[in-house]
């Protein structure tokens, strides 16, 4: 890379909905523009103020459905007035939003336009019914294929692969470590204050998650515990280069290094090339870990894009943790535990810290910072010394828009 | 004239009234729902919203609208496959729409009777005066070419009674819906003497369409569900009378109903349940129903008291409830009226007092706790076992509740009402949301 690109002062707001005590979908609760403001603020604070900000970059998938409202990048004066007349520019790519709009700042870091840019990333779904959150997620496939679609579009793309998969690798076994996938979630969202599973107080997660997938109101192979939220929430997080870091004052002990990613896009009219693989997932993560110069094997914590639980499942063999067919294993066997060889998403991913669609990818981006710098709280996980680096993937659509960074504690 | 045919052309007869309104709820989706066959393209189906009261008419639609939102949500994995040949609808909302229009498109609200004169079907819901229900029955039977089939609502008036009365020659069923008759899953279903069985065997059907629990009744006045509830409120309004040597009239009042509802786990108490169907409901039906039972006499002077001051309970049109023997506020009782002053009295001045006099009780299990507990049986075993053993007044008031309770169960099936105990506890747990049914041993 042509200069060092750093990520600082991450923030979370709440992850807002069905799970937390504090929802209560018949009351009025905080809109779009409060989510913005409030992640924005959570991380201007950490800097030193917006002077220091060249650049803004915010996500956000579908607020013109689910706010009916546009023109995103015009609420950055709204965070804060310092930030009126700066350049702001919003990015959508579906659940690949988040991802995308840290790809933005990274990039102008690398242009050397900017040296500290204001990423935030931001959903607020919970203005609808799920069944009709269904419809607008529905957005991130090819409208065409909607009016063939499941009522719940993509449990329904992901209950097919799930049924794909059964067939080919047994489904018993991958069924229990779907429930597995599930346990880890909850129990990690427990130990982070803003998760939205944060509250959940089930003895036997497993048992629960084993409930049988029921076609008749939900979809064929997936029930409900394999999904990820419907979520109201916004995260943020400053890009900044070597100067950009001095600027606000930040130690480096407190940053996190961006090494390589990968980024890419694959044919949104086709239909998977293999329902059973994640292929575009598996190729940004390959691009990710050879532009960084490091094999999966040097990871000591992943972020990964857990918008069903067989899609988790799926990742861990698109990463290459597991071999085709082996994921349920990979699982069962408890390496993703937190205490597992390899902790994934530690602070609950898409099923138990919530998945605000556009803000997912910042969130993830967030949390690896948070757990590198030692800065994760009850959340926090051992990062072996020889295994120091963490990895993201955050995905758009079915296996479409994809994002995989990689990262290092910065010295 | 098959299922399919017979419902192309209803009527429902006190369309807006509280029973009316869900049951023709019911019938608009069900009678959509055929109409959307592909084989039944192109046919029309008609549903006449019959009712004295064009003002009830217009909130009629409204509710309409907003029950079939709610089940259209619902069912939306199935309505995408009804609706899969219309390219036109995409969105989950598009289809909810189109169903919403489906089902109100067939609804033609009227307060003229005469409309029922072209149905097949007639299904009635109006005030439970046997006079009434015959006088209307004969002027459709008469005008109607079709031989309509009858399907009365009546919870209390035998239907052999009106089968004579109206001419109808055994074209009617009682089909007795619980409310809100769109969530209740029970209903009672009461054959005439005369009943034809054709009639009998499209009531199961779409009983079994609708996914109701059928219970079977003797066409004996009151039926299960109000054979048991009505000498219900007789018991509960005997002991407060009992109770005047110790206890105002509020205070025992306040007693009984927490008896009834607390430590007999029900969802409500008896006071509450009697403000729930209307002072005047329970009053009616108790008049219906007992020149039919010479040995009983089942009159309560209390609700005659009541309602010569006023005091009718029932609900608002949004279902909230209205004042009654207890007085409200979001949705809670705080107060009890007392008949003497004319007033209400808060619970709150009196409630230390009386709960002090009932003495020790073992602690109950919350009805909301137990009604979808798996381990129900053995959590009411576990409690009523230890209210056996207690002793305190209002222990033995608890105890004497439950055993009437069973008793009125048991007396239902010896006076031919019931066929079976069976029966008896599945009108109480599905009519009543009793945790349990009546007729059981746990205070053996």
């Known amino acids: 890379m042509r200069r060092k690109v750093y990520m600082i002062a991450g923030y979370n707001t709440l992850s807002m909905g069905t799970g937390r005590k504090e929802f209560n979908p018949k009351k009025e609760r905080p809109g779009l523009e409060e989510y913005i403001r409030e992640a924005g603020q959570g991380t201007l604070k950490q800097i030193g103020g917006a002077k220091h900000v060249d650049e803004c970059v915010i996500g956000n998938f579908m607020a013109s459905r689910f706010n009916r409202q546009a023109n995103l990048a015009a609420f950055f004066p709204f965070v804060d007035e310092g930030l009126r007349y700066k350049p702001a520019i919003r990015v959508e790519g579906a659940c690949a939003t988040g991802g995308l709009a840290l790809m933005s700042g990274i990039k102008s870091v690398l242009a050397e336009t900017a040296e500290v840019v204001l990423v935030i990333g931001v959903e607020v779904q919970n203005t609808v019914k799920a069944i009709y959150c269904a419809d607008y997620l529905a957005g991130a496939g090819w409208f065409k294929n909607r009016k063939t679609g499941h009522a719940y579009f993509f449990p329904g793309q992901f209950s097919d692969r799930a049924g794909s998969y059964f067939e080919k690798y047994g489904r018993e076994k991958t069924r229990q470590a779907l429930a597995r996938w599930f346990r880890n979630a909850i129990e990690n969202a427990r130990l982070c204050p803003t998760a939205q599973e944060n509250h959940n107080t089930v003895k036997d997660l497993e048992a629960l998650a084993m409930m049988e997938p029921n076609g008749k109101s939900f979809v064929d192979h997936l029930n409900v515990f394999d999904c990820s939220k419907v979520s109201d929430g916004a995260s943020a997080i400053a890009i900044v280069s070597e100067e950009g870091l001095k600027r606000c004052g930040i130690p480096a002990g407190e940053a996190i290094e961006v090494l390589g990613w990968g980024q890419m896009e694959e044919d949104i009219t086709k239909p998977p090339t293999d329902p059973t693989e994640l292929t575009t997932t598996k190729e940004a993560v390959k691009q990710a870990l050879a532009s960084a110069g490091i094999t999966r094997d040097q990871l000591g914590t992943a972020e990964i894009h857990d918008c069903f639980t067989i899609a988790g499942l799926m990742c861990m063999e698109a990463i290459g943790f597991a071999e085709k067919g082996k994921g349920a294993d990979f699982i069962l066997e408890g390496n993703t535990a937190r205490n597992g060889r390899i902790p994934i998403n530690t602070t609950g991913g898409l099923i138990g810290w919530g998945h605000p669609t556009g803000g997912t990818g910042v969130h993830q981006a967030v949390t690896i910072l948070e757990q590198l710098t030692g800065k994760a709280g009850e959340a926090q996980v051992e990062i072996p010394a020889d295994r120091p680096y963490g990895l993201t993937v955050n995905m758009g659509g079915d296996d479409k828009s994809l994002v995989s960074i990689v990262y290092k504690k910065a010295k | ?444």
């Open chain 2, 1 to 444: 004239m098959s299922y399919e045919e017979r419902l192309q052309h209803v009527s429902v007869l006190g369309a807006a009234g509280k029973m009316g309104s869900g049951i023709l709820l019911l019938t608009a989706v069900e009678m959509a729902d055929i109409s959307l066959k592909p084989e039944n393209k192109g046919k029309a189906f008609v549903l006449n919203a019959i009712d004295v009261s064009d003002e009830a008419l217009a909130g009629l639609i409204k509710y309409l609208k907003a029950q079939v939102l709610k089940l259209a949500e619902k069912k939306v994995v199935g309505l995408r496959k009804v609706y899969a040949d219309r390219a036109d609808l995409i969105d989950n909302d598009e289809i909810i729409n189109q169903y919403i229009f489906d089902v109100i498109s067939l609804v033609r609200t009227t307060t003229r009777l005469e409309s029922a004169y072209d149905s097949t079907m007639i299904f009635e819901a109006i005030k439970e005066d046997p006079d009434v229900k015959i006088s209307l029955f004969s002027k459709i039977s008469t005008n109607n070419p079709h031989q309509p089939w009858f399907f009365t609502n009546t919870s209390s008036i035998p239907i052999t009674k009106l089968d004579q009365g109206a001419g109808l020659k055994g074209r009617i069923i009682g089909f007795h819906f619980y409310n809100p008759p769109a969530i209740q899953k029970l209903v009672e279903i009461i054959k005439a003497d005369g009943t034809l069985p054709e009639v009998e065997a499209f009531a199961l059907q779409y009983a079994k369409n609708l996914r109701k629990v059928v219970v079977p009744s003797h066409d004996k006045a009151g039926f299960i569900g109000n054979g048991h509830f009505m000498r219900d409120i007789l018991y509960a309004a005997t002991e407060v009378e009992k109770l005047g040597k110790e206890f105002s009239f509020v205070e025992a009042a306040y007693a009984l109903n927490k008896i009834s509802q607390d430590y007999l786990v029900r969802p409500m108490g008896i006071f509450q349940l009697v403000d729930y169907v209307g002072v005047d409901v329970c009053s009616f039906i108790m008049s219906v129903m007992n020149p039919y039972l010479p040995m009983e006499d089942l009159h309560v002077p209390l609700l005659d008291k009541l309602l010569a001051n006023g005091v009718k309970g029932g609900q608002f049109s949004d279902g909230s409830q209205k004042d009654g023997i207890l007085k409200y506020e979001k949705g809670r009782p705080v107060a009890i009226y007392d008949p003497s002053a004319k007033a209400y009295k808060a619970i709150s001045e009196f409630q230390a007092k009386v709960d002090e006099k009932l003495g020790t009780m073992p602690t109950p299990p919350a009805w909301k706790s137990v009604i979808g507990n798996k381990s129900k049986d053995e959590i009411l075993r576990t409690y009523f076992s230890q209210l056996k053993l207690a002793t305190s007044p209002g222990a033995e008031l608890s105890k004497a509740y439950a055993n009437r309770s069973c008793e009125i169960g048991l007396g239902l099936i010896s006076s031919g009402v019931a066929m079976n105990e069976n029966d008896v506890n599945t009108v109480l747990l599905t009519g009543f949301f009793h945790a349990y049914g009546p007729i059981n041993n746990y205070l053996k």
